[in-house]
């Protein structure tokens, strides 16, 4: 399967099809989970109308998460089988990553001021998300610091494989500390604690952060393919009458010696 | 009117509530429309270039 898709012009050809339906589905779900989200769902009893930040809180924090992870397995294929579109995926996917990322902790601060009472605190759980934030800009820095874009991509995605050791810690950060931030109430063993009115539109919204996700992947990869192809296509071009020039000057001077 | 006016006021937390959707819209729609735009741009470079390579040969 994989090596199967690992061919790039596979993968322009299936891509290509692919992105016009993720992209409506992703339009279509996401209005459906704002609208459920802002209107039908109900207040919580104790935290009033503040508990809808949840609804683009919690969804993107786990997309934060399951992108590194992402980023990371997509690194070590492309270290360990060279694989052509790995390195292409992972350079695509860390920048919405990021943003992501972001997202979780600008909606974590607006959600923390009216019910912690602070904008932010240096607790475990926020702490080990913000390094997270820092891991994906340094992915993205390092990935394009070099003139030599393979040793870009090298380096980048050894520091995505070191960064994977802050994932647990960010995920168990509400066990092993006392933090300030709730412990899990959907992904737990024993399953969710939270009302299904609240938890249906909460897993709407994240499956269209999923499709959001899938549809900028592909986009974004297929960006980067036709950068190479016109990066290509223009040596080809200034070279081919070099190099025809170069032929025949040989040529002559062949036919010359004699 | 009173319902609109009930439904954007979040129960006096509107600041907070239409803040942090607004935040995500801008950020996630952002990360969209320069995506889209910049797949395009490389689109039509690609197929410019290849025309121009057509030609010549």
């Given at each position: 399967?994989?090596?199967?898709?690992?061919?790039?012009?596979?993968?322009?050809?299936?891509?290509?099809?692919?992105?016009?339906?993720?992209?409506?589905?992703?339009?279509?779900?996401?209005?459906?989970?704002?609208?459920?989200?802002?209107?039908?769902?109900?207040?919580?009893?104790?935290?009033?109308?503040?508990?809808?930040?949840?609804?683009?809180?919690?969804?993107?924090?786990?997309?934060?998460?399951?992108?590194?992870?992402?980023?990371?397995?997509?690194?070590?294929?492309?270290?360990?089988?060279?694989?052509?579109?790995?390195?292409?995926?992972?350079?695509?996917?860390?920048?919405?990553?990021?943003?992501?990322?972001?997202?979780?902790?600008?909606?974590?601060?607006?959600?923390?001021?009216?019910?912690?009472?602070?904008?932010?605190?240096?607790?475990?759980?926020?702490?080990?998300?913000?390094?997270?934030?820092?891991?994906?800009?340094?992915?993205?820095?390092?990935?394009?610091?070099?003139?030599?874009?393979?040793?870009?991509?090298?380096?980048?995605?050894?520091?995505?494989?070191?960064?994977?050791?802050?994932?647990?810690?960010?995920?168990?950060?509400?066990?092993?500390?006392?933090?300030?931030?709730?412990?899990?109430?959907?992904?737990?063993?024993?399953?969710?604690?939270?009302?299904?009115?609240?938890?249906?539109?909460?897993?709407?919204?994240?499956?269209?952060?999923?499709?959001?996700?899938?549809?900028?992947?592909?986009?974004?990869?297929?960006?980067?393919?036709?950068e190479r192809r016109a990066m290509a296509l223009r040596l080809?071009?200034?070279?081919?009458?070099?190099?025809?020039?170069?032929?025949?000057?040989?040529?002559?001077?062949?036919?010359?010696?004699? | 009117?009173?319902?609109?006016?009930?439904?954007?006021?979040?129960?006096?937390?509107?600041?907070?509530?239409?803040?942090?959707?607004?935040?995500?819209?801008?950020?996630?729609?952002?990360?969209?429309?320069?995506?889209?735009?910049?797949?395009?741009?490389?689109?039509?470079?690609?197929?410019?270039l290849?025309?121009?390579?057509?030609?010549?040969?």
């Amino acid at each position: 399967m994989i090596n199967w898709l690992a061919n790039p012009a596979r993968f322009m050809r299936l891509s290509a099809k692919a992105v016009p339906w993720c992209g409506w589905t992703t339009a279509v779900v996401l209005a459906v989970g704002l609208f459920w989200s802002l209107v039908l769902a109900p207040p919580d009893y104790q935290q009033g109308d503040t508990v809808r930040i949840m609804y683009v809180h919690v969804p993107a924090a786990w997309m934060a998460l399951s992108i590194y992870l992402f980023v990371a397995a997509a690194s070590a294929v492309a270290l360990v089988w060279r694989h052509p579109l790995a390195e292409v995926a992972a350079r695509a996917a860390a920048p919405i990553g990021a943003a992501f990322t972001f997202v979780c902790l600008a909606t974590g601060s607006l959600w923390g001021r009216p019910m912690w009472g602070a904008w932010w605190v240096w607790d475990a759980r926020l702490t080990s998300v913000l390094v997270l934030f820092f891991l994906y800009l340094g992915y993205i820095a390092l990935a394009s610091a070099f003139d030599d874009p393979a040793r870009g991509g090298r380096a980048g995605a050894v520091l995505a494989l070191v960064g994977v050791v802050n994932l647990p810690i960010i995920k168990f950060s509400v066990d092993w500390w006392n933090t300030l931030h709730q412990p899990a109430s959907v992904m737990r063993i024993g399953g969710p604690r939270i009302a299904l009115s609240m938890l249906a539109p909460l897993l709407m919204m994240a499956v269209g952060f999923s499709l959001l996700f899938v549809v900028l992947l592909l986009l974004r990869m297929r960006t980067s393919l036709n950068e190479r192809r016109a990066m290509a296509l223009r040596l080809n071009a200034d070279a081919a009458p070099a190099w025809r020039a170069g032929r025949e000057r040989v040529i002559s001077a062949q036919i010359s010696v004699p | 009117m009173g319902d609109i006016g009930t439904f954007l006021a979040m129960g006096g937390y509107a600041g907070f509530v239409w803040s942090a959707f607004g935040i995500a819209f801008a950020v996630l729609g952002g990360l969209a429309l320069f995506s889209w735009r910049r797949y395009r741009a490389s689109t039509v470079t690609v197929e410019r270039l290849q025309q121009e390579l057509g030609r010549r040969r």
